[in-house]
């Protein structure tokens, strides 16, 4: 599938003359999702702190 | 895997490059689109056999944290990709469908490119394939100062090519929620980018 996926866009020329200007961009995009990806989750750490140390408090138990 | 990835990338854009033209990109979304179907049935299979995970989703002290963290996973993702997006000057549209792969590459990407751009699902693999590669970096480093944001990184792959990372770098109960965030991600991202498609 990804090999069909390469091929299409190996076969759009146009497609490949801007591949450069894409990759930076999905590049920084990327730094954007997975940040704000780890900031909410850390903001549900929080405000779930307690449930999630007593699930960790178990799993030492056991 | 990562190796198999890069294979696959190189040898597919070599072929594309020197043995097609734009008129066989119908052929290959054919061919994508029902590759597409197989990889979404097993899928399913996998997600159905896990009966052990399934019902300690179930369990209701753990119930709203299951539920927590895939929706503010989802939140964070689209929002800080569409905020980069906006800065880049990225339709958001784009932005949004880009973001709402979730590190789902294998689905994102092909839908993207089939039904709307192949431009934006050009982005949507680059940046998809990105998420899954750093965030084999990334929770080990995050790992030494926390444990929950660790099932953020990798998004839908946190149920899979993740996993045994989150495990490793952090505990089987973390492991457990990561597994549960991703299968949530992967049985939620189809409809979203369907949705996202519609607009």
Partial sequence: MIFCLAAKVGCDKELLQNLGTLGKRSMLMVVGIIGGAFLSVTIVRHLFARTIDELLEEGKKQ | ?199
């Fill in chain 2, 1 to 199: 895997m990562i190796y198999l990835i890069i294979s696959a990338l190189l040898t597919g854009s070599l072929f594309g490059y020197f043995c097609l033209e734009v008129a066989h990109k119908e052929i290959l979304d054919v061919i994508l689109i029902n590759a597409l179907n197989i990889i979404v049935f097993t899928g399913g299979v996998e997600i159905g056999s896990n009966k052990e995970i399934i019902k300690k989703m179930l369990t209701p002290k753990t119930l709203s944290l299951m539920a927590a963290v895939p929706t503010a996973n989802f939140l964070g993702s689209i929002l800080g990709g569409t905020i980069v997006g906006t800065i880049l000057s990225v339709p958001i549209k784009d932005s949004l469908l880009v973001s709402a792969g979730m590190g789902w590459y294998s689905f994102s990407s092909v839908v993207i490119s089939a039904m709307y751009s192949t431009e934006v699902g050009t982005m949507s693999f680059i940046a998809n394939v990105m998420r899954e590669m750093l965030s084999f970096l990334l929770v080990p480093l995050a790992a030494k100062f926390t444990d929950l944001p660790c099932v953020s990184i990798g998004g839908a792959s946190s149920m899979d090519s993740t996993l045994p990372v989150i495990l490793k770098y952090t505990n089987t109960q973390i492991a457990i929620v990561g597994f549960i965030n991703g299968l949530i991600i992967t049985l939620i991202v189809p409809f979203l980018i369907t949705a996202l498609l519609g607009i």
